[in-house]
Every structure is written in structure tokens, then in C-alpha cells.
């Protein structure tokens, strides 16, 4: 009974993941059309030349936002250290028991610290950046790409916080039914709710009209719309109404006895609150997180619709080499397969906690 | 001592009820919008409102192009729905109820179209239909129904396993023991008491295809669905007005979709949990 | 009863099961003969419930045959075997109401439509359900449940009904007066009642036999009362009611009575044949008395002093742990009646018994029972075909 699933999956999953393999060494499989044959690589025996172009340039650390090079490191480096960081930051706890949290805690805010990012008007405000040479576009969309989605994934995690909060602690009887109506949207049409963002944040849309309006504002703030601002409010938007449940599970299930415990202890609700709620709370916030961040990663369709040429992201990279100007399958090939492996190494490293974070589904 | 009351302060309290309305009328607000402008008497989508109308129902409606867009995305999303919940139902049983090996694996695999970007299941399935040379495999609505079923599978299985998981092996049993058969026992014992979840299932294939858009626009030939339709549209503001009315239909019809789902899912779970 | 009826019953002929490499069932033999109510007993684990889903088929025998009725059956599958199980927890298709559950058995049968209705109309009157046809099962008592478990099953009229711990889930009360039923629907339908539990007081209660049983092997299997009197082990004498095992050396031994001095007039004493050597001996505590009687200086009776360790008050009567000169404890039961002696905590005590009341344990066992009534007397282990 199990053969269908088997066979549909191994035929159109494994078999065209295979053909991307194939295609990302420099290998054309099958016949081409003239045209595309023409336009489509150079190789066709097995050659590592376009990863090696892909991961080889030079990387930078800029700090504050200094326009010069700060910092400028082999890409190997960088490489070794971000494993280093992520490494201690999910094996923290194993490596010492006393310090492990502290541990796993600043080895996170190091790692996150190069993408986290404050959109602000125009500009971005970052701790430190993590940017490449110009000639190698690729990596320096990947590294913008992280940046963004990691961004939108805090800030929907610090939205989300206080409504499921709400719903597990304030709310009785009718808090299933106001997660049902926090969640629906989220199954709605993602293309139409990304889209109806352009009638807010749009040069007449409802926001510059009514700045207008108070006079507050004489022109129209241009940088609302199509802009990386843009495709990190509006991810936010998007995915925040869906990681409510896992934060939401996660409140939910902490025993009430314990919060009694420690204010029968002499403790503040704030200091039970921070001491208590929060660090139970945590595992079901970092799943919230990753629920987020790793779809985001290779998201294509709201940079497409609200993100304009600023805002574009690494999906919308491979998406030109298929079927937009570019048309170099082989690079975008590339391209695909390193997503593939990052998002895929991301959900095994962090799969108890995206485990811990489904239970409730 | 009430539970709130150990967890909240009655000023944080009101605090938090602000921020949850301000949350509600934000996450609903663009739909709202939406709909709006769905009788905006304007070409462009931009405040203030001009005036009201419905001209833009009518032109949609005398559209041959997204009529057939429409169309087709129920056909494909009905497909979906059930070819996606008959291979999860067949999976889940022999995952559930049989020792095979490397039921480990297996599971696994199912579960990977939820983790690859669909950008890149996108490209993938590109190569092989325009590559391939597969009998049938053409770049058109069937690739694009292929895709769809991969990208619903997980959802489906995850969402019939546990419920045939949860049927007591005993009621089974039992019914092996009244002398029914293999297929007598599937057919009046299991499949009774799963409807639910394969309704929801269906369901959730369902708004999986009909909502798709990624695979859609690398997949599609010269037919379109209309997501594909509706994103080659929408990146052109100019043209995004005449769109609109269909959307706002479309997104009703989802919330009712999704509710209902919501709602077959958890009446499934009373249905079992009367059994204990 | 068909009583040594050569066509009648189950025989389990030297059947073993492994579950990998776990031998849960050890090469047992035994019948069980038609129409009688059978129980099989013991600790969890034991091998009891496994033994019962062998004869219903759901499970297959790793070596031996099971034959219900004379007909080999060992690798019939449960829908074609004419035994019903009641299962634990019930297994009740919650989808279906009262009506259709119980008539599910016959349908599948296709057993004719005019017939369907009359017999699980009978099968609803035989458990007193009579009004809750159209319920289902999440809207009954756990003692309604039980009964739709017994209809769904007697109405396919069984060569056996096979019951799996089935009052388990259910209060001490409720349980105390489904016995009582289920006895009466057994003696009422002639049906064999093949009954696995851990409970020896309901197993008493009911059962015609009992096979005591642990860890995979048959301990014993004899009447309820030949188990609580005369115990072949000293497991099962400890697992059927509160045991008292002493250890009795025998110094002397006198029309067929074993005695051990212990000085200062006091010994212990059995009915046995054994001569020498040491015996186990087992003495129900409400069989020992507490003082000097009348009758103190008959032979065979036992005399022996102890201090009480402890008095525990159990309503209609109280029970003594009284610790002996040899170092051994026992148990003693006094109705809250008899008053005659000082029964507080450190105080000397005497203990008697007569010799008849004293029962040895395995070889060296009184040859001839006292009041053992039944057709259990014979040696507990039938020989397979």
C-alpha cells in the first residue's frame, strides 16, 4: 500500500532532485532545444567550476554599518566559524551543564547579529554585516536573503508573543475559537494578502493618504513600498498569525502550579514571568522562530509582489536563471541544490525543536 | 485563586486585550481592503475611494480568461484533493498497521516535500518535464497536478496517520473475531471512524493546490490557473484593479474552506475520543 | 455438563509461544472441558492473556496444537474460529449503536435478515439492555459497555466465549455484582466461559477451575476451593488468599501427623505422611486459634507461643501478626467477637491448630483431602491427546 507514495515520490521528488544534481556539475543531461542549448552553460562532463564560482568570493564584515570593508576573510573562514556558532549554540547545554545556556545564548546573538537588521526609511540598521564582493551576486542575495527572513522571523515571534500569551493566560472558554480566528487567515490566500499590502503601503495607499491627511507628511514616503522594509513587514505579516500555536502550546502547557509556586515563594508576576514563564516558554518561541525563518529563506513570491528590484531575495535569483533573463539553468541549478542543502541541514540540526513546537498539530 | 490571576495583573491584563483587538483588525485588514476596492469605481487602487460599483463582478465574469483560469484550478485542486488523500490514506494504513522495515525511511520521506523549498521542488519538476522526455509529462496543468499531490502528501499523511494510529488495534481485533475480513474490517470498522480526517485531508490538499502559485508559474503551459494568472497579473499594478473581484470571492471561499477543515478535524478527534 | 465428553472442550496440548526471545508460554498442556467456567489466573506477565489470544487466534502458537471441539484449530484465523472474545476495555466500535455492535457478527455471518433480528433481540434481553438499542457506546456506563461486550459476542452462540480481564475497568462494586452475573449468564447459556484474570477473589467467585499460572508455566489447576485449601505450590498458595508458610522439621511423626518439638510442651503440627526431613506448611489465618482450648492437649494439635507485632483492625474482624520462637511471622484472623484473650501489641500469645488444618505443601502432602467436594481431586495437569 505504501508503493504509490513510494514510487509518486521517488519519480517526481528524488528523480528531478537528481536531475538538479546533475545539472549543478555541469552536466546537460538529455538533449536541448538549439536555443537553449546555446544559451544554457558550457559543460557537459562533471566540473566543480560553478560551485567553486559560487562559494569562492571574498566575504566581509562590515561593522556599523561602515561603508569600507572592516574585515575581509576567505569565505572558508567564514564558513568554519558560522559552523563553529551554530554548533555551540545547539550543543551548548551537552558541552557544559553550568555554563551551557550562557553559552548556547551568546554564541545565537554572535550568529545573529551580521543579519538581524532594523529596517528604517531607505536604509538598514545593522549590528555588523556580512557581505560579499560585488562580482559574486549570488552569495551576497543568499546572505541578504538570511538576513530578511531572520528579521521578519524575530519581529513575527515578538508580535506573536503577546496574543498567545493572551489566549493561554487571559482568555477561558472561548480561547480555541479566537485561535481558530487568529489562524484562519493564515490559510486564506497568501498571493492576495501579500498582494492587498500594496493598497496599504502603496504611494496612495492607506497609509501615506492618511499621514497626508493629519499633515504630517507633505510627499509620500516612497520607501514603503517595494523595498527590503517591505518584504519584511509583510513576511511578518504573514507568518504570525500561524506561529501564535506553537507559542501558544507552549504557554499553554505550563503547569499554573509552578507560576503559584513562585509567587507563594515571594516572587513578583514579573519576576515568575521572566524566572519562570519565559524559560519554559523558550523551546516552543525558538520553534515559533524556525517555523518561520526556514520557509522564508527561499521565499520568491513576496519579494515578487511587494519587494521591487530592492527587495529581491535568493528565490527570485534562481527563478531568473529558469525562466527570467539570465536563463542559465546550470547556475541556477547551483543555486537550488545549496538551498536545498542549507534549508535541509537547518531542519535536522534544529529538528527537536521543530518537534517540539509541532506537538500540538 | 484563579489562574489568571497568578500569571497577570489586572492593568497588563487590559494592556494585552488592546494589543489583541489592535492585532485582530491588523491581521484582518487587508482582506478587508480587498474586498473594498472589489467595489471601487477606479482603475487604480489607491485611496480615496471613488465610488461604488460592480462593474468589475461583471467584466470578471465576462472574462474568458479568468473563467477558464478559475476553472481550472478547481479541476486540478479536486484532483489533488483526492489522489493526495487516497495514496495518505493507503500510506498511512500500512505505516500504522504493518512492520515493515525501514518504516523509519519511509516516513522520513514523506515528510520531505514540507522541507524543500518549493522554489526549488519547482525548478526540479521543470527539468524533468521540459528534460525528461517523460510519455505524458509536458509542461501543462497534469505537471502541474503532479506537483501539487507531492507538495499535499505530507499534509495528508500527517493528517490521517494519527487517527488510524489512535484506532485501539482491539476494535479490530474484535471485528476479526465477529468473522469479519480484512477489507470487511477496513470498510465498517476504519473507514467509519476516519471520515473525518480524510474529509479534512482532502480539504487541506485542496487549498495546497487551489492556492498554489510557485510551482504554477515555472509549470504551467498556455493554460493557467489562477494563482498563475492572478501573480502574472498582480505584478502589474495597472492591470491589478480588474483582478481583484474574483480574488475577494476566492478569499471568502478559503476562509470557509479552512474553517471547515478546522472544524471536521476536531470532530474527529470527538469521535474517537467517545471510544475510550 | 459434559464431563469427559471425548469430542467437548479446548485442549491446549504443550503449546509454547516466543515473542522473540521471551518465552511467554511454556509448553503448556490442559483441557478445558465444555460448558464450564474456566479461569485462568496469575500474576501479569504470567502467560494468561497470551494462552486466551492463542485460542481466539490472534496469535499463533510457536510449538503445540490447540483443539476446540476435536478439530485442530492452531492455524485457523480468528474469523473462522467459532469462539468470541470479550476484550479488555471492550473494543466496542464506538461508530455503531448498541443494536448494530451487537448485531455486527451475525451480518458479517449473512446470517439471513428475518434471523439478524430476533437473536439480537434475545442477545439485548440476556444482558438486560433492553431501551438502549439505539445508543452508542460513548453514551455508556462502564457496566453498560461490558454487557453490549457480552451480547456482541453470545449472540454469534460461541463454542466459547473467551474474556479478557472484562470487569477490569470497572469500581470495586460494580465488579462485585457483574461476577455474580456473568456466573448466572454462564450457568443460564451452558456456554464454556474461558475467563483470564489477575483477581484471585473474583476467580474464586466464579470460576468453576482455575488454572493458576506464572511465569509461562500451568502452577496448578483445581477447583476454587481445592486451590485455597490445598495448594500445590507455594505460589499459588501464596497467591490464593493470605498465606502463612512455615517451615516444620519433622522430630516425630505419629498417625499420619508430623510434629516438631520446640520445647516447653510446644510444637507444631501436620497431617502428612512424609517421616523426616523439613516440610512447607501452609495454615489459613482464620483457621488458627488464639488461647488454650479445650481440646490443648490432643494429639496432633499445634501449640506454639508468639509475641503480636502488630493489630490491624479490619471491621468484622482483626488481624494479628504474631511472631513465633522459631523467628517465622504469622498472620491470624479473629472474629471481633471473641474477646477472651489480650491482644495488644507485645503481648505473649498461644496459637493452635488441629493437624488436619495445617496443609503441606507439594511432596508429602496428606493423601486423603478433608471435604474436598468438586471433580478438581485429580492431579492438576490433563496429558494432551
Given at each position: 500500500m505504501?508503493?504509490?507514495a513510494?514510487?509518486?515520490?521517488?519519480l517526481?521528488?528524488l528523480?528531478?532532485?537528481?536531475?538538479?544534481?546533475?545539472?549543478?556539475?555541469?552536466?546537460?543531461?538529455?538533449?536541448?532545444?538549439?536555443k537553449l542549448?546555446?544559451?544554457d552553460g558550457?559543460f557537459?562532463?562533471?566540473?566543480?567550476?560553478?560551485w567553486?564560482?559560487?562559494l569562492?568570493?571574498?566575504?566581509y564584515?562590515?561593522?556599523?554599518?561602515g561603508?569600507?570593508p572592516?574585515?575581509?576573510?576567505?569565505s572558508?573562514?567564514?564558513?568554519?566559524?558560522l559552523?563553529?556558532?551554530?554548533?555551540l549554540?545547539?550543543?551548548?547545554t551537552?558541552?557544559?551543564?553550568?555554563?551551557?545556556?550562557r553559552?548556547s545564548?551568546?554564541?545565537?546573538l554572535?550568529?545573529?547579529?551580521?543579519?538581524?537588521?532594523i529596517?528604517?526609511?531607505?536604509?538598514?540598521?545593522?549590528?555588523?554585516e556580512?557581505?560579499?564582493?560585488?562580482?559574486?551576486?549570488?552569495?551576497r542575495?543568499?546572505?541578504?536573503?538570511i538576513?530578511?527572513?531572520?528579521?521578519s522571523?524575530i519581529?513575527?515571534?515578538v508580535?506573536?508573543f503577546?496574543?498567545?500569551?493572551y489566549?493561554?493566560f487571559?482568555l477561558?472558554?472561548?480561547k480555541?475559537?479566537?485561535?481558530?480566528?487568529?489562524?484562519?487567515?493564515?490559510l486564506?490566500?497568501y498571493l492576495?494578502r501579500?498582494?492587498?499590502?500594496?493598497i496599504?503601503?502603496?504611494?496612495?495607499?492607506?497609509?501615506?493618504?492618511?499621514?497626508?491627511?493629519i499633515?504630517l507628511?507633505?510627499?509620500?514616503?516612497?520607501w514603503?513600498?517595494?523595498t527590503?522594509?517591505t518584504?519584511i513587514?509583510v513576511?511578518?505579516?504573514?507568518w504570525v498569525?500561524?506561529i501564535?500555536?506553537?507559542?501558544?502550546?507552549?504557554l499553554e502547557n505550563?503547569?499554573r502550579?509552578?507560576?503559584?509556586?513562585?509567587?507563594?515563594?515571594?516572587?513578583?508576576?514579573?519576576?515568575?514571568?521572566?524566572?519562570?514563564t519565559?524559560p519554559?516558554a523558550a523551546?516552543g518561541m525558538v520553534?515559533?522562530?524556525?517555523?518561520?525563518?526556514?520557509?522564508s529563506?527561499g521565499?520568491?513570491?513576496t519579494p515578487?509582489?511587494v519587494?521591487g528590484?530592492k527587495?529581491?531575495?535568493f528565490?527570485?535569483?534562481?527563478?531568473?536563471q529558469?525562466?527570467?533573463?539570465?536563463?542559465?539553468w546550470?547556475t541556477?541549478s547551483?543555486l537550488a541544490?545549496f538551498?536545498?542543502?542549507?534549508?535541509?541541514m537547518?531542519?535536522g540540526?534544529?529538528?527537536?525543536f521543530?518537534?517540539a513546537?509541532g506537538?500540538?498539530? | 485563586?484563579?489562574?489568571?490571576?497568578?500569571a497577570?495583573?489586572r492593568?497588563?491584563?487590559?494592556?494585552?486585550?488592546?494589543?489583541?483587538v489592535?492585532?485582530?483588525l491588523?491581521l484582518?485588514?487587508p482582506?478587508?481592503l480587498?474586498v473594498?476596492?472589489?467595489?471601487?469605481?477606479?482603475?487604480?487602487?489607491s485611496?480615496?475611494i471613488?465610488g461604488?460599483?460592480?462593474?468589475?463582478?461583471?467584466?470578471a465574469?465576462?472574462?474568458?480568461?479568468?473563467?477558464d483560469s478559475v476553472?481550472?484550478?478547481?479541476?486540478?485542486?479536486?484532483g489533488?484533493?483526492i489522489?493526495?488523500t487516497?495514496i495518505?490514506?493507503?500510506a498511512?494504513?500500512?505505516l500504522a498497521?504493518?512492520?515493515?522495515?525501514?518504516?523509519?525511511?519511509?516516513?522520513a520521506?514523506?515528510?520531505v516535500?514540507l522541507v524543500?523549498p518549493t522554489i526549488?521542488?519547482?525548478?526540479?519538476?521543470?527539468?524533468?518535464?521540459?528534460?525528461?522526455?517523460?510519455?505524458?509529462?509536458?509542461p501543462?496543468l497534469?505537471?502541474l497536478g503532479?506537483?501539487?499531490v507531492?507538495l499535499?502528501?505530507?499534509?495528508t499523511?500527517?493528517?490521517?496517520?494519527p487517527r488510524?494510529?489512535?484506532?485501539?488495534?482491539?476494535?479490530?481485533?474484535?471485528a476479526h473475531d465477529?468473522?469479519?475480513?480484512?477489507?470487511?474490517t477496513?470498510?465498517?470498522?476504519?473507514?467509519?471512524l476516519?471520515v473525518?480526517?480524510l474529509m479534512?485531508?482532502?480539504l487541506?490538499a485542496?487549498?495546497?493546490s487551489?492556492d498554489?502559485v510557485?510551482l504554477?508559474?515555472?509549470?504551467?503551459?498556455?493554460?493557467?490557473?489562477?494563482?498563475?494568472?492572478l501573480?502574472a497579473g498582480?505584478?502589474?499594478p495597472?492591470?491589478?484593479a480588474?483582478?481583484?473581484?474574483v480574488?475577494?470571492?476566492?478569499?471568502?471561499l478559503?476562509?470557509l474552506?479552512a474553517?471547515?477543515a478546522?472544524?471536521l478535524?476536531?470532530r474527529g478527534?470527538?469521535?474517537?475520543g467517545?471510544?475510550? | 455438563m459434559?464431563?469427559?465428553a471425548?469430542?467437548?472442550?479446548?485442549?491446549i496440548?504443550?503449546?509454547?509461544?516466543?515473542?522473540?526471545e521471551?518465552?511467554?508460554?511454556?509448553?503448556?498442556?490442559?483441557?478445558?472441558?465444555?460448558g464450564e467456567?474456566?479461569?485462568?489466573?496469575?500474576p501479569s506477565g504470567?502467560?494468561?492473556?497470551?494462552?486466551?489470544?492463542?485460542i481466539?487466534?490472534f496469535?499463533?502458537?510457536?510449538?503445540g496444537?490447540i483443539?476446540?471441539r476435536?478439530?485442530d484449530v492452531?492455524?485457523?484465523?480468528?474469523a473462522k474460529?467459532?469462539?468470541?472474545m470479550?476484550?479488555q476495555?471492550?473494543?466496542?466500535?464506538?461508530?455503531?449503536?448498541?443494536w448494530d455492535?451487537?448485531a455486527?457478527?451475525?451480518?458479517?455471518k449473512?446470517?439471513?435478515?428475518?434471523?439478524?433480528?430476533?437473536?439480537v433481540?434475545?442477545a439485548?434481553?440476556?444482558?438486560r439492555?433492553?431501551?438502549?438499542?439505539?445508543?452508542?457506546?460513548?453514551?455508556?456506563?462502564?457496566?453498560?459497555?461490558?454487557r453490549?461486550?457480552?451480547?456482541r459476542?453470545?449472540?454469534?452462540?460461541?463454542?466459547?466465549?473467551l474474556?479478557?480481564e472484562p470487569?477490569?475497568?470497572?469500581?470495586l462494586?460494580l465488579?462485585k455484582?457483574?461476577?455474580?452475573e456473568?456466573?448466572?449468564?454462564q450457568t443460564?447459556?451452558?456456554?464454556?466461559?474461558?475467563?483470564v484474570?489477575h483477581?484471585?477473589?473474583?476467580?474464586l467467585?466464579m470460576?468453576?477451575?482455575?488454572a493458576?499460572m506464572?511465569?509461562?508455566?500451568?502452577e496448578?489447576?483445581?477447583t476454587?476451593?481445592?486451590?485455597?485449601e490445598?495448594?500445590?505450590t507455594?505460589?499459588?498458595?501464596?497467591f490464593?488468599?493470605v498465606?502463612?508458610i512455615?517451615?516444620?522439621?519433622?522430630?516425630r511423626h505419629e498417625?499420619g501427623?508430623?510434629?516438631?518439638?520446640?520445647?516447653?510442651?510446644?510444637?507444631?503440627?501436620?497431617a502428612?505422611?512424609?517421616?523426616s526431613?523439613?516440610?512447607?506448611v501452609?495454615?489459613?489465618?482464620?483457621?488458627?486459634?488464639?488461647?488454650?482450648?479445650?481440646?490443648?492437649?490432643?494429639?496432633?494439635m499445634?501449640?506454639v507461643s508468639?509475641?503480636v507485632?502488630?493489630?490491624?483492625?479490619?471491621?468484622?474482624?482483626?488481624?494479628?501478626m504474631?511472631?513465633l520462637?522459631?523467628g517465622e511471622?504469622l498472620?491470624v484472623?479473629?472474629?471481633n467477637?471473641?474477646s477472651?484473650v489480650?491482644?495488644s501489641?507485645g503481648?505473649?500469645?498461644?496459637?493452635?491448630?488441629?493437624a488436619e488444618n495445617a496443609?503441606?505443601?507439594?511432596?508429602?502432602r496428606?493423601?486423603?483431602?478433608a471435604?474436598?467436594g468438586?471433580?478438581?481431586?485429580?492431579s492438576?495437569?490433563?496429558?494432551g491427546?
Open positions: 505504501l508503493t504509490p513510494v514510487a509518486g515520490l521517488a517526481f521528488l528523480f528531478p532532485l537528481y536531475y538538479v544534481f546533475l545539472y549543478s556539475v555541469g552536466m546537460r543531461y538529455l538533449e536541448q532545444t538549439p542549448a546555446e544559451l558550457h557537459t562532463s562533471f566540473t566543480l567550476t560553478l567553486h564560482d559560487f569562492s568570493p571574498d566575504v564584515v562590515e561593522i556599523l554599518g561603508s569600507s572592516a574585515l575581509t576573510v576567505p572558508w573562514v567564514v564558513g568554519i566559524t559552523v563553529a556558532l551554530i554548533a549554540t545547539l550543543l551548548g551537552r558541552i557544559s551543564a553550568v555554563y551551557g545556556g553559552i545564548l551568546v554564541s545565537a554572535v550568529l545573529v547579529s551580521p543579519f538581524a537588521t529596517p528604517w526609511g531607505d536604509g538598514l540598521l545593522r549590528l555588523a556580512l557581505t560579499t564582493s560585488q562580482d559574486s551576486i549570488y552569495l542575495l543568499f546572505f541578504k536573503s538576513s530578511m527572513a531572520m528579521t522571523s519581529f513575527a515571534v508580535f506573536a503577546p496574543v498567545a500569551y489566549m493561554a487571559v477561558k472558554k472561548t480555541y475559537t479566537w485561535i481558530l480566528i487568529v489562524i484562519t487567515p493564515f486564506t490566500s492576495l501579500v498582494f492587498a499590502w500594496t496599504i503601503l502603496g504611494d496612495q495607499g492607506l497609509v501615506n493618504s492618511a499621514l497626508q491627511k499633515g507628511i507633505d510627499q509620500p514616503l516612497t514603503l513600498l517595494y527590503q522594509f518584504v513587514v513576511l511578518t505579516y504573514a498569525p500561524f501564535c500555536l506553537p507559542i501558544f502550546i507552549a505550563i503547569d502550579r509552578l507560576l503559584e509556586a513562585a509567587t507563594d515563594l515571594g516572587a513578583s508576576r514579573f519576576r515568575a514571568f521572566v524566572k519562570i519565559l519554559l523551546p520553534a515559533a522562530f524556525l517555523f518561520v525563518f526556514i520557509p529563506i521565499e520568491y513570491v515578487s509582489l519587494g528590484t527587495g529581491y531575495m528565490g527570485n535569483g534562481i527563478q531568473t529558469f525562466t527570467g533573463g539570465a536563463l542559465d546550470q541556477g547551483v541544490l538551498l536545498i542543502v542549507v534549508v535541509l537547518l531542519t540540526a534544529t529538528s527537536r521543530l518537534r513546537g506537538g500540538g498539530r | 485563586m484563579s489562574r489568571g490571576d497568578v497577570i495583573s492593568p497588563a491584563r487590559l494592556v494585552l486585550r488592546v494589543y489583541f489592535v492585532f485582530l491588523v484582518y485588514l482582506t478587508a480587498l473594498l476596492f472589489s467595489f471601487n469605481d477606479s482603475n487604480t487602487l485611496f480615496p471613488v461604488l460599483t460592480t462593474h468589475w463582478y461583471s467584466d465574469v465576462n472574462n474568458p480568461d479568468i473563467v476553472r481550472n484550478s478547481f479541476q486540478i485542486a479536486v489533488v484533493g489522489v493526495a487516497v495518505g490514506l493507503l498511512s494504513y500500512a498497521r504493518s512492520n515493515i522495515r525501514m518504516k523509519g525511511a519511509i516516513s520521506l514523506l515528510l516535500p524543500v526549488a521542488l519547482a525548478i526540479a519538476l521543470l527539468i524533468l518535464v521540459k528534460k525528461a522526455n517523460l510519455p505524458l509529462l509536458h501543462g497534469l505537471a503532479i506537483g501539487h507531492v499535499a502528501l505530507p499534509y499523511v500527517l493528517l490521517i496517520l488510524i494510529s489512535n484506532i485501539d488495534r482491539r476494535l479490530e481485533e474484535a465477529l468473522g469479519a475480513s480484512g477489507a470487511q477496513f470498510r465498517r470498522i476504519i473507514l467509519p476516519i473525518p480526517s479534512a485531508a482532502f487541506i485542496f487549498i495546497t487551489i498554489e510557485v504554477a508559474s515555472f509549470l504551467l503551459g498556455a493554460e493557467q490557473t489562477y494563482p498563475a494568472y501573480f498582480l505584478r502589474h495597472d492591470t491589478a480588474a483582478l481583484i473581484p480574488a475577494s470571492a476566492m478569499i471568502l478559503s476562509f474552506t474553517f471547515g478546522e472544524v478535524r476536531r478527534e470527538r469521535r474517537l467517545a471510544a475510550a | 459434559g464431563t469427559d471425548p469430542v467437548g472442550g479446548i485442549v496440548d504443550a503449546v509454547t509461544k516466543m515473542f522473540d521471551f518465552k511467554a508460554v511454556d509448553d503448556i498442556s490442559f483441557e478445558i472441558r465444555d467456567f474456566f479461569t485462568m489466573l496469575g504470567c502467560g494468561k492473556t497470551t494462552t486466551l489470544r492463542m481466539a487466534g496469535e499463533e502458537p510457536t510449538a496444537r483443539l476446540l476435536g478439530q492452531t492455524y485457523v484465523p480468528p474460529r467459532n469462539v468470541n470479550v476484550f476495555a471492550y473494543a466496542l466500535f464506538p461508530h455503531m449503536t448498541v455492535n451487537i455486527f457478527g451475525l451480518q458479517i449473512k446470517v439471513p435478515r428475518g434471523e439478524v433480528g430476533p437473536r433481540e434475545e439485548i434481553r440476556t444482558v439492555l433492553g431501551g438502549f438499542e439505539k445508543r452508542k457506546p460513548g453514551q455508556l456506563s462502564g457496566g453498560q459497555q461490558q453490549v461486550a457480552l451480547a459476542a453470545l449472540v454469534n452462540r460461541p463454542a466459547a466465549l474474556l479478557d470487569l477490569g475497568a470497572l469500581d462494586k465488579r455484582e457483574l461476577q455474580l456473568l456466573k448466572h449468564l443460564e447459556t451452558r456456554t464454556t466461559f474461558v475467563y484474570t483477581d484471585q477473589e473474583e476467580a467467585t470460576s468453576d477451575r482455575i493458576v506464572k511465569d509461562g508455566l500451568v496448578q489447576i483445581a476454587p476451593r481445592e486451590l485455597y490445598r495448594p500445590a507455594s505460589f499459588v498458595a501464596g490464593i488468599g498465606s502463612n512455615i517451615h516444620l522439621r519433622v522430630d498417625a501427623v508430623a510434629v516438631m518439638e520446640l520445647g516447653d510442651g510446644e510444637r507444631i503440627t501436620a502428612t505422611t512424609a517421616t526431613g523439613t516440610l512447607e501452609t495454615v489459613r489465618p482464620e483457621k488458627i486459634r488464639l488461647g488454650a482450648g479445650a481440646d490443648a492437649g490432643r494429639t496432633g499445634t501449640a508468639g509475641v507485632n502488630d493489630v490491624i483492625y479490619l471491621g468484622s474482624m482483626t488481624q494479628l504474631v511472631e520462637r522459631t511471622e498472620v484472623h479473629r472474629l467477637d471473641e477472651e489480650d491482644v501489641v503481648a505473649r500469645v498461644v496459637l493452635q491448630w488441629p496443609y503441606v505443601i507439594g511432596p508429602g496428606a493423601p486423603v483431602g471435604g474436598v468438586g471433580n478438581g481431586g485429580e492438576a495437569i490433563t496429558e491427546a
